[in-house]
Structures are given as C-alpha cells and as structure tokens.
C-alpha cells in the first residue's frame, strides 16, 4: 500500500531560516571574535537583581498562575506610564499589550494588519525579523533605502505618488539593525504625515532606543500620529531571557491582537512579567543600570569604528555609532563578503554578510558588526583579523 504524505501549508515554502541564527552556530569556537550575534551582553545583565525580583514574585502563587493575555495589569500600568512620558500625551493602559518579546508582537500585527498579497513597506536593508513576520503573513514586500538620516521619505513619497498603497510601513528608527543610521525629526514627522494622508500603518520598532551614546533619540514617530504603532521591548536594556516586549496601539487593534495571541499561546509568563513589573518601576535603580550599560556599549562601539578606521582605511566605510548595538560598513574596493566570510571564520573573526538583509539591493560588500559583547581590544584584533584575510 502506498502511504501519502500529508503536506505542510504552501505558505511554509517561501521561508528561510535567519542566516543570522544560522550562523551563530559556526560561531561557538572559544578562537573567533564573533561581531555576528545581535546580543547583549550577558555581563552587563542585572542577573542579582533579576533574582531578587523573582524572589519576591514567586513569594505569592500569582506567578505560577496564567495571566491575563493582554499581559499582567501591574506591568501594562508601568508600561502606560512610561510611554506616556516618552510620547508626551497620556498612553492609556487598554493601548498597553505586553507580548513573548517584541518579536511576537511583529507576527500578531502581521497577522491583524495584513491580508495576503498587502504591500509592505520596509527599510533596505533590512530587519530579518520583520521579513520573516511579513513573509509569513503572504504579505507583498517593498523596500525603499535609507541614508544617514535614516528611511529615504522622499522615495516614499514617490512610491506613493505611482499609485502604490501599502497597508504598512515598517521602520526601526532608532540605530537601526543592521543600518545603524537613526531616522531624522524631520522624516519623522513627514512619515506620519504619509501615513495620515494616505492611509496606512506605521509599525515604529524602537528595540535600541533606550541605548544612545552621546545624546538621546529623537520624539518617537508616535509623537506624531495615532497611526503609528510602537514596539519595544525589556531584552535589550535587562534580559532576553525574560521574553517580555510591548506594543502601543490603539485600542481596537489590541483587541483585535489579544484575539490571535489567544489562538496562539493564550498568555506570557506571569513570572517574568511581574519580575520586569519590578524592575522597570525601581525608576532610580533602572535608570543608573541603563546609564551603565550606555557607557560600555559607547566605549566598545567607538573601539570598533576606530579600528575600521585605523586598519582599513578608505577600503572601508561604516555607519556613525550613535546608539544602539550594530555598525554597518561596507568595502569601498569590491571585496565579497559573502565570498570572504569563510576565510574571515578560518581566522577567527565573524560578521553577518549584507546579503542577509538584502531586499532589492543584494549588498555584496556589505556587512553588519555587532560591538557589544567583545571588549575594546577584541574589537581591534577582529578587525585587524578581517583587514588581514581582506587584502
């Protein structure tokens, strides 16, 4: 008897892996200084504080319980607050939705804003997650290119002035992964000046924005319309593994949100939300922490771009290091980094290949370096270490 193998749905066929993820694997050798992983550093990680903050949960039994899907009331209420402050205008909790990480909350949104075949717009190059999230979702994907000052609005505009409509544009707007360039106050309020006028979401992804260097970041987008919804999240300033992210939307679109994460995991962790609950209103506590960690990713981004220049001179340029964890460089004499990526892990250094961020442009001398879990003097020897297998 012949036995049929039930098929996957055909959706499934058009995703890739992350060539990212894909490569941390190569990178575990003790011998390579990775500047491929988008991770922060576990030394900085508040790890003692994070214990006393379960301790303390764990002393009641509402932690072990499910929570509500929303996420847990106490954690939305410091959340509102904070967004409130960040956005100038009262942030009220029902437009609070925590989820497993900002990530997840690109997934449901994919899932609530879009119907198969929607345009999307994203930043080229662009963030993986967003088009795995969007692909996923059949979603039809359109980049348009950044500059120093962040999504070229302008192309934008002429995007729509063709006739295109697109149900949503994606941008990380602040030190941006993998561009590292940071959105100017001016396309800020032209975007949701589009936005208004042409009727589409804005989906703001500010993981990084908490993390400047030498001044804060702009207004979020947010600021400026209702239309745009903000996503961030506790990963990068406490600890991934608390899988705690956060949107702010309207209303109707939480609620519509709370109907799929329903259907998809029904609730987050009461323990590591009410853990962050903890920690995000310890203000004080919280405030020097960031400040801690702003100082060593500052030290550490400034080591790196220094070396770049240093050692590589004009067969490189890279982005500003304002903030956030990433520079984006590229060989100015027509090095592959695809091509050059084996030879730069045979002697001990990785970086993530701009083709893994390609939408349209395919990036061939392109690549993102990751400053933020190698000290000053790693740095230098991983670039040194790229300048001599590049020549």
Not at 195 to 220: C, K, M, N, Q, S
Not at 352 to 368: I, K, T, W
Request: glycine share 8%; charged share 20%; aromatic share 6%.
């Amino acid at each position: 008897m012949t036995q049929l193998s039930p098929p996957l749905a055909a959706k499934v066929a058009g995703l890739t892996s992350s060539a990212i993820r894909d490569l941390l694997k190569l990178t575990a050798r003790g011998d390579i200084v990775s500047l491929a992983g988008g991770l922060p550093d576990a030394e900085l990680m508040p790890g003692e504080r994070i214990a006393r903050a379960a301790d303390s949960a764990l002393r009641g039994t509402g932690s072990l319980q499910y929570t509500e899907s929303p996420g847990w009331g106490p954690l939305r209420a410091v959340l509102a607050e904070r967004e409130t402050a960040r956005l100038g205008r009262t942030v009220g909790v029902n437009e609070v939705f925590v989820t497993h990480g900002s990530q997840q909350a690109l997934s449901l949104l994919a899932e609530v804003l879009l119907d198969p075949g929607a345009l999307v717009v994203v930043e080229d190059p662009a963030y993986v997650g967003a088009l795995q999230a969007f692909r996923a979702a059949g979603a039809r994907i359109v980049a348009v290119p950044m500059d120093a000052d962040g999504l070229r609005v302008d192309l934008l505009t002429e995007l729509l002035e063709r006739g295109e409509r697109p149900a949503v544009v994606h941008t990380v707007s602040n030190f941006h992964n993998p561009g590292g360039v940071t959105m100017s106050p001016a396309r800020r309020r032209e975007l949701a000046v589009l936005a208004e006028t042409h009727g589409f979401w804005v989906i703001e992804d500010d993981p990084y924005g908490e993390l400047w260097f030498d001044r804060p970041a702009p207004e979020p987008v947010a600021v400026y319309s209702p239309q745009v919804i903000r996503l961030s999240s506790a990963s990068k300033i406490l600890a991934p593994t608390l899988r705690v992210g956060w949107m702010v939307a309207p209303a109707h679109v939480c609620r519509a949100v709370e109907l799929l994460k329903q259907g998809a995991d029904l609730c987050g962790s009461a323990l590591t939300q009410q853990i962050t609950t903890e920690l995000l209103a310890d203000t004080d506590w919280l405030t020097a922490h960031i400040g801690t960690v702003r100082a060593a990713y500052a030290e550490r981004a400034k080591a790196l771009t220094h070396s770049v220049r240093t050692r590589l001179g004009d067969r490189m340029t890279c982005s500003k290091a304002a903030g956030g964890m990433f520079v984006w460089a590229a060989f100015t004499d027509g090095t592959d980094t695809g091509a050059l990526l084996p030879k730069a892990l045979d002697a001990g250094v990785a970086y993530v290949p701009g083709q893994a961020f390609a939408v349209e442009s395919a990036y061939p001398n392109a690549l993102r370096m990751c400053f933020t879990t190698s000290s000053p003097s790693a740095l230098d020897e991983a670039i040194a270490r790229l300048a001599r297998v590049s020549e």
